[in-house]
């Protein structure tokens, strides 16, 4: 997931004829160009290396690499999918300014290649001026040797200039939305996809999570806050023990049962690492930062292992016979929530610090949606296993990460509260985070002639799932009357046998 943890997404009961009517018009707006655009070369492309035709790639919508080039030839196309995301006014601004910066950039550069070729012309014509004494001459062409050298120098340094203002601008712009993406403004606007042990009427009005875990004498809020402040934590006894067991059936789930390579990795990362996956610059607010350097380096802690994992290999070029790739990895999650001041101010939600289990895939373009949709089967293979009851949700263009193209979010039900609250974003990024990390594969070779160009790698990342969610899912639907607490009879191995969690004595 990207930086967003986000507040509970009310369920939208049906997708209306308004909705419908969107998602058909952003589709055919996206596909329906002429063939020289180059959404028809890419769908060309795809469908020649995997032997599909034409109208089937189009099922599984192409994606496009937002880059300075498309900005500039398609301009509407980003501005279109900016609009849908309810951008703001300097995102908007920002397109037409980086197409200004690569025109004046273009200039510059047949400016400074006109200068220098014209310093390469003349500068033997001086040595032979001088051999012959003619050094009047000579000295003339020195002088226009000088200035045309001037002329390159000043181009290279407004190139300069213009390359940081226009890296400065692109930075701040979101992913290209997926044609699948509905539109709609806030999470009103997400489609529930379906729904799992939902059948019936769901069970409600039983005590919130932090009240139970209060009472059984394993949540302590107050030790917390002594400690750290508000947005902390303190479990003890069977409760963090069952946390632990959490975390380890995630993991074991998603290394033994859906082949995911387990990883662990450094909590503290440096500013590269964030904006490669998006969080920086838009989210600084978001993060904690150190003040001391990180071996010289400005240094964060992660949001997310979404960020190590995927920055793993960044700046590399993977064969593609080794795609795609899948990591796994548990860890603490750090984050300022600074834009969530005054909700989910009680219990477990929203915490400065929890645990996540993160699952990450990298893979090529076309195996790219089919990995997606894998990601989001094995979160929901967790909450099934656990028995507890959930929709899965795809995210509207107002609500989806900054990095996302095409995001779902698992709700898991919580009697205590009477709704749904997310416990999962699995979000396909497309090309987005490895364009900005320089992370492509090289397409295997066909017959003979020169090896293909690398191409940009698509990469994938979820929850599998957030530890301190699933906890209070379980708190929530698993007790009982007397306020113990049954144990999930897939956890009952991690927890030495224990089947009912009772008040600590």
């Known amino acids: 997931p990207t930086m967003r943890f986000s507040i509970s997404r009310s369920r939208c009961i049906a997708a209306t004829a308004l909705l419908l009517c969107h998602r058909a018009n952003a589709f055919s707006t996206y596909s329906a160009r002429q063939p020289h655009s180059r959404m028809q070369q890419q769908l060309r492309r795809s469908a020649s290396r995997t032997g599909t035709p034409h109208a089937a790639v189009e099922t599984r919508p192409a994606t496009l690499i937002l880059d300075e080039r498309l900005i500039v030839e398609e301009p509407e196309l980003v501005l279109r999918s900016l609009h849908m995301r309810r951008a703001a006014d300097e995102q908007l601004a920002a397109v037409s300014r980086i197409g200004e910066l690569t025109k004046e950039r273009a200039v510059l550069v047949e400016k400074g290649n006109a200068a220098r070729a014209q310093r ?48 400065g601008l692109f930075d701040t712009l979101p992913n290209l939305l997926d044609p699948r993406t509905p539109d709609g403004a806030d999470e009103e606007a997400n489609i529930e996809v379906s729904s799992w042990g939902c059948d019936g009427e769901l069970p409600s009005g039983r005590e919130w999570h932090d009240d139970v875990a209060s009472a059984l004498g394993g949540l302590d809020m107050e030790a917390a806050a002594k400690l750290s402040g508000s947005r902390f934590a303190v479990l003890k006894g069977s409760l963090a023990r069952l946390e632990r067991a959490l975390i380890s059936f995630f993991v074991d789930t998603h290394t033994t049962k859906h082949g995911y390579t387990e990883v662990m990795v450094p909590y503290l990362v440096g500013r590269d690492a964030l904006e490669g996956t998006g969080q920086l610059p838009k989210f600084e607010e978001d993060l904690f930062r150190l003040d001391a350097p990180l071996n010289g380096r400005q240094g964060f802690l992660i949001p997310t292992a979404e960020v190590p994992l995927t920055n793993l290999h960044a700046g ?144 994938i990342n979820g929850s599998g799932l957030a530890v301190g969610r699933t906890l209070v899912a379980i708190l929530e639907n698993y007790q009982s009357d007397d306020g113990t607490i049954e144990v999930p009879e897939v956890l009952q191995p991690y927890m030495g046998g224990l089947k009912r969690i009772l008040p600590e004595p």
């Not at 000088?146 to 390159?152: D, E, N, P, S």
């Not at 790739?325 to 005054?342: D, K, L, M, N, V």
């Not at 219990?347 to 610090?353: D, E, S, T, V, Y």
Request: with cysteine; aromatic share 6%; charged share 25%.
């Open 316 to 459: 590399e070029i993977i064969d593609e016979p080794t795609l795609p790739i899948a990591y796994c990895a548990f860890t603490p999650c750090f984050r300022a929530e600074a834009g969530s001041h005054g909700k989910d101010t009680r219990g477990l939600f929203r915490q400065h610090q929890f645990h996540k289990v993160e699952l990450v895939r990298i893979c090529t373009p076309e195996q790219s949606d089919a990995e997606h949709h894998a990601v989001v089967q094995h979160a929901e293979t967790c909450l099934q296993l656990l028995k507890l009851p959930y929709r899965k949700m795809r995210l509207c263009s107002g609500d989806i990460g900054f990095s996302a193209m095409h995001c779902y979010d698992l709700e898991v039900w919580l009697p205590g509260q009477g709704r749904f609250r997310e416990i999962s974003s699995v979000s396909n990024c497309g090309s987005f985070q490895a364009r900005r990390m320089s992370l492509r594969y090289r397409p295997a070779q066909e017959g003979a002639g020169k090896p293909p160009k690398p191409v940009f790698c698509h990469t």
């Open 120 to 167: 390469k012309a003349l500068s033997p014509k001086i040595g032979r001026l001088m051999k012959n004494g003619e050094t009047g001459a000579a000295d003339e062409l020195k002088a226009e040797v000088a200035t045309a050298a001037a002329i390159a120098s000043a181009a290279d340094e407004q190139m300069e200039a213009i390359e940081a203002e226009r890296k």
